[in-house]
Protein backbone atom coordinates (compact mmCIF):
# COMPACT_ATOMS: atom_id res chain seq x y z
CA UNK A 1 0.00 0.00 0.00
CA UNK A 2 2.61 2.42 0.64
CA UNK A 3 4.53 1.38 -2.10
CA UNK A 4 1.17 2.34 -4.17
CA UNK A 5 0.91 5.88 -2.47
CA UNK A 6 4.58 6.87 -3.12
CA UNK A 7 4.17 5.89 -7.09
CA UNK A 8 0.74 7.73 -7.10
CA UNK A 9 3.00 11.00 -5.02
CA UNK A 10 6.03 10.49 -7.39
CA UNK A 11 8.22 10.23 -4.25
CA UNK A 12 11.26 7.88 -3.97
CA UNK A 13 10.87 6.49 -1.07
CA UNK A 14 11.40 2.88 -0.07
CA UNK A 15 9.09 1.27 2.36
CA UNK A 16 10.22 -2.48 3.45
CA UNK A 17 9.37 -4.82 6.07
CA UNK A 18 11.90 -5.14 8.94
CA UNK A 19 11.22 -8.22 11.76
CA UNK A 20 12.31 -6.79 15.15
CA UNK A 21 11.47 -8.14 19.04
CA UNK A 22 10.83 -6.12 21.90
CA UNK A 23 13.64 -6.62 23.32
CA UNK A 24 15.70 -5.35 20.08
CA UNK A 25 13.23 -2.59 19.61
CA UNK A 26 15.07 -0.14 21.71
CA UNK A 27 18.64 -0.79 19.81
CA UNK A 28 16.39 -0.38 16.51
CA UNK A 29 15.35 2.94 17.07
CA UNK A 30 18.71 3.96 18.34
CA UNK A 31 20.48 2.77 14.90
CA UNK A 32 18.32 4.55 12.57
CA UNK A 33 19.59 7.62 10.62
CA UNK A 34 18.55 10.63 9.03
CA UNK A 35 17.53 8.69 6.12
CA UNK A 36 14.00 7.34 7.72
CA UNK A 37 11.11 9.02 7.69
CA UNK A 38 8.72 6.96 9.88
CA UNK A 39 7.65 4.01 11.02
CA UNK A 40 4.80 1.34 10.87
CA UNK A 41 4.51 -1.04 13.97
CA UNK A 42 2.33 -3.41 14.29
CA UNK A 43 1.64 -6.10 17.29
CA UNK A 44 2.98 -6.76 19.48
CA UNK A 45 5.13 -3.94 19.67
CA UNK A 46 2.83 -0.93 19.80
CA UNK A 47 2.72 -0.64 23.29
CA UNK A 48 6.70 -1.71 23.71
CA UNK A 49 7.26 1.67 21.42
CA UNK A 50 5.43 4.08 23.43
CA UNK A 51 8.25 5.03 26.06
CA UNK A 52 10.69 5.06 23.61
CA UNK A 53 9.30 8.25 22.08
CA UNK A 54 9.84 11.49 22.74
CA UNK A 55 6.47 12.98 22.08
CA UNK A 56 3.09 11.31 20.96
CA UNK A 57 -0.56 12.36 20.01
CA UNK A 58 -3.00 12.59 21.94
CA UNK A 59 -4.51 9.35 21.22
CA UNK A 60 -1.32 7.78 22.18
CA UNK A 61 -1.73 9.07 25.50
CA UNK A 62 -5.58 7.88 26.35
CA UNK A 63 -4.11 4.50 24.78
CA UNK A 64 -0.78 3.66 25.45
CA UNK A 65 -0.67 2.37 21.69
CA UNK A 66 1.09 3.52 18.79
CA UNK A 67 1.56 2.48 15.27
CA UNK A 68 3.12 5.32 13.48
CA UNK A 69 6.17 6.63 14.45
CA UNK A 70 7.54 10.34 12.40
CA UNK A 71 10.78 10.37 12.80
CA UNK A 72 13.01 13.32 12.90
CA UNK A 73 14.69 15.70 15.05
CA UNK A 74 12.22 13.82 17.66
CA UNK A 75 10.38 10.72 17.96
CA UNK A 76 6.90 11.48 17.86
CA UNK A 77 4.19 8.48 17.90
CA UNK A 78 0.69 8.47 16.74
CA UNK A 79 -2.39 6.16 16.38
CA UNK A 80 -3.90 6.05 12.80
CA UNK A 81 -5.89 3.04 13.94
CA UNK A 82 -8.18 4.84 15.57
CA UNK A 83 -9.39 7.59 12.69
CA UNK A 84 -8.85 4.67 10.10
CA UNK A 85 -11.62 2.89 11.67
CA UNK A 86 -13.58 5.44 11.81
CA UNK A 87 -13.36 6.14 8.42
CA UNK A 88 -13.91 2.44 7.74
CA UNK A 89 -17.23 2.49 9.70
CA UNK A 90 -17.93 5.56 8.09
CA UNK A 91 -17.59 4.68 4.35
CA UNK A 92 -19.61 1.46 4.97
CA UNK A 93 -22.21 4.38 6.40
CA UNK A 94 -22.17 2.91 9.88
CA UNK A 95 -21.79 6.62 11.19
CA UNK A 96 -24.95 6.84 14.43
CA UNK A 97 -23.57 4.01 17.37
CA UNK A 98 -25.18 3.58 20.70
CA UNK A 99 -24.47 0.06 21.49
CA UNK A 100 -21.65 -1.95 20.77
CA UNK A 101 -20.06 -5.74 21.42
CA UNK A 102 -16.12 -6.12 20.53
CA UNK A 103 -14.89 -9.20 20.77
CA UNK A 104 -11.14 -9.77 21.99
CA UNK A 105 -9.37 -7.70 24.77
CA UNK A 106 -5.67 -6.92 23.32
CA UNK A 107 -4.76 -3.09 21.46
CA UNK A 108 -6.24 -3.34 18.64
CA UNK A 109 -9.79 -3.54 21.16
CA UNK A 110 -8.69 -0.65 22.92
CA UNK A 111 -8.64 1.14 19.74
CA UNK A 112 -11.55 0.38 18.46
CA UNK A 113 -13.56 1.22 21.57
CA UNK A 114 -12.28 4.84 21.50
CA UNK A 115 -13.14 4.74 17.39
CA UNK A 116 -16.48 3.40 18.15
CA UNK A 117 -16.81 6.15 21.36
CA UNK A 118 -16.49 8.38 18.49
CA UNK A 119 -19.50 7.26 16.67
CA UNK A 120 -21.56 7.90 19.84
CA UNK A 121 -21.46 4.93 21.48
CA UNK A 122 -22.28 4.86 25.29
CA UNK A 123 -22.67 1.22 25.91
CA UNK A 124 -20.33 -1.15 25.35
CA UNK A 125 -19.91 -5.17 25.67
CA UNK A 126 -16.06 -6.72 25.82
CA UNK A 127 -16.10 -10.58 24.94
CA UNK A 128 -12.66 -12.55 25.76
CA UNK A 129 -11.62 -15.99 26.49
CA UNK A 130 -10.32 -14.48 29.10
CA UNK A 131 -12.01 -11.41 31.54
CA UNK A 132 -8.44 -10.86 33.45
CA UNK A 133 -7.12 -9.68 30.12
CA UNK A 134 -9.51 -6.74 29.24
CA UNK A 135 -8.12 -4.25 31.52
CA UNK A 136 -7.03 -2.00 28.61
CA UNK A 137 -10.47 -1.95 27.23
CA UNK A 138 -12.30 -1.46 29.83
CA UNK A 139 -10.13 1.45 30.93
CA UNK A 140 -9.95 2.98 28.08
CA UNK A 141 -14.23 3.05 27.56
CA UNK A 142 -14.84 3.92 31.10
CA UNK A 143 -12.57 6.96 30.62
CA UNK A 144 -14.56 8.09 27.29
CA UNK A 145 -18.15 7.94 29.20
CA UNK A 146 -18.83 4.30 28.46
CA UNK A 147 -20.87 1.59 30.17
CA UNK A 148 -18.62 -1.38 29.84
CA UNK A 149 -19.59 -5.46 30.41
CA UNK A 150 -16.62 -7.54 30.54
CA UNK A 151 -18.03 -11.48 29.53
CA UNK A 152 -16.51 -14.29 28.90
CA UNK A 153 -16.99 -15.66 25.19
CA UNK A 154 -17.71 -19.05 26.79
CA UNK A 155 -20.98 -17.70 28.92
CA UNK A 156 -21.94 -15.73 25.88
CA UNK A 157 -23.09 -18.49 23.46
CA UNK A 158 -26.91 -18.17 24.57
CA UNK A 159 -26.85 -14.21 24.50
CA UNK A 160 -29.63 -12.85 22.71
CA UNK A 161 -29.01 -8.86 23.16
CA UNK A 162 -28.49 -6.66 19.86
CA UNK A 163 -26.27 -4.25 19.48
CA UNK A 164 -25.70 -1.83 16.73
CA UNK A 165 -22.13 -2.78 15.79
CA UNK A 166 -20.33 -5.96 16.63
CA UNK A 167 -16.20 -5.60 16.09
CA UNK A 168 -13.78 -8.49 16.17
CA UNK A 169 -10.50 -8.16 17.03
CA UNK A 170 -9.37 -12.25 17.09
CA UNK A 171 -8.72 -15.01 15.19
CA UNK A 172 -11.41 -16.06 12.34
CA UNK A 173 -11.31 -19.99 13.78
CA UNK A 174 -12.73 -18.51 17.44
CA UNK A 175 -15.38 -16.80 16.32
CA UNK A 176 -19.04 -18.37 16.29
CA UNK A 177 -20.97 -17.09 12.96
CA UNK A 178 -24.17 -16.67 14.61
CA UNK A 179 -22.55 -13.45 16.39
CA UNK A 180 -23.44 -11.60 13.22
CA UNK A 181 -27.45 -12.40 14.03
CA UNK A 182 -27.43 -10.13 16.86
CA UNK A 183 -25.98 -6.60 15.26
CA UNK A 184 -27.08 -4.41 12.88
CA UNK A 185 -23.32 -3.77 11.53
CA UNK A 186 -20.04 -6.14 11.71
CA UNK A 187 -16.25 -5.31 11.53
CA UNK A 188 -13.82 -8.31 11.20
CA UNK A 189 -10.47 -7.06 11.43
CA UNK A 190 -8.98 -9.85 9.92
CA UNK A 191 -8.71 -9.39 6.11
CA UNK A 192 -6.95 -12.36 4.74
CA UNK A 193 -8.19 -15.18 3.93
CA UNK A 194 -11.42 -13.17 3.44
CA UNK A 195 -14.34 -13.88 3.74
CA UNK A 196 -14.39 -14.97 7.35
CA UNK A 197 -17.41 -17.33 8.93
CA UNK A 198 -18.47 -14.01 10.71
CA UNK A 199 -18.37 -11.97 7.60
CA UNK A 200 -20.27 -14.45 5.48
CA UNK A 201 -22.75 -14.77 7.64
CA UNK A 202 -23.13 -11.00 8.18
CA UNK A 203 -23.28 -10.54 4.21
CA UNK A 204 -26.07 -13.30 4.11
CA UNK A 205 -28.54 -11.35 5.90
CA UNK A 206 -27.95 -8.22 4.74
CA UNK A 207 -25.94 -6.92 7.46
CA UNK A 208 -23.26 -3.89 6.34
CA UNK A 209 -19.42 -5.48 6.73
CA UNK A 210 -16.40 -3.54 7.28
CA UNK A 211 -13.66 -5.75 7.02
CA UNK A 212 -9.65 -5.40 8.23
CA UNK A 213 -8.56 -4.27 4.57
CA UNK A 214 -10.77 -1.11 4.99
CA UNK A 215 -8.86 -0.86 8.14
CA UNK A 216 -5.41 -1.10 6.57
CA UNK A 217 -5.90 1.20 3.93
CA UNK A 218 -7.76 4.32 5.96
CA UNK A 219 -5.09 3.97 8.49
CA UNK A 220 -2.50 3.70 5.73
CA UNK A 221 -3.94 6.49 4.08
CA UNK A 222 -3.19 8.24 7.41
CA UNK A 223 0.42 7.22 7.69
CA UNK A 224 1.19 8.12 3.83
CA UNK A 225 -0.28 12.27 4.79
CA UNK A 226 2.13 12.05 8.16
CA UNK A 227 4.83 11.30 6.88
CA UNK A 228 4.99 12.42 3.06
CA UNK A 229 2.36 15.36 3.78
CA UNK A 230 0.49 14.35 0.51
CA UNK A 231 -2.27 12.37 0.49
CA UNK A 232 -3.68 9.77 -1.43
CA UNK A 233 -7.24 7.69 -1.73
CA UNK A 234 -7.68 4.83 0.78
CA UNK A 235 -9.41 3.45 -2.43
CA UNK A 236 -5.96 3.25 -4.09
CA UNK A 237 -4.17 1.03 -1.46
CA UNK A 238 -6.78 -1.27 -0.67
CA UNK A 239 -6.92 -2.27 -4.51
CA UNK A 240 -3.11 -2.45 -4.56
CA UNK A 241 -3.60 -4.71 -1.00
CA UNK A 242 -6.07 -6.79 -2.93
CA UNK A 243 -3.72 -7.37 -6.15
CA UNK A 244 -0.41 -8.45 -4.35
CA UNK A 245 -3.13 -10.72 -1.39
CA UNK A 246 -4.30 -12.62 -4.71
CA UNK A 247 -0.93 -13.04 -6.37
CA UNK A 248 0.11 -14.88 -3.27
Not at 18 to 43: H, I, N, P, Y
Not at 85 to 103: K, Y
Not at 182 to 204: K, S
Request: with cysteine; net charge negative; glycine share 8%.
Amino acid sequence: MHRAAYLELGVEWDYDAVEVTEDGLSGFLDGLDADWRGLSVTAPLKRALVPLLDDVSEDVERLGVANTVLLGEERVGFNTDVPGGLNALREAGIDDVVSARILGGGATAASMALTLSRLGARRLEVVVRDVTRADDVVDVARRCGMAVEVVALTDHAHDESGVDVLVSTVPAAVVDPHHAHRADAVFDVVYDPWPTALAAEAETRGIPVVNGLDLLAHQAALQVHLMTGGTVRPSLLRGAAALELAAR
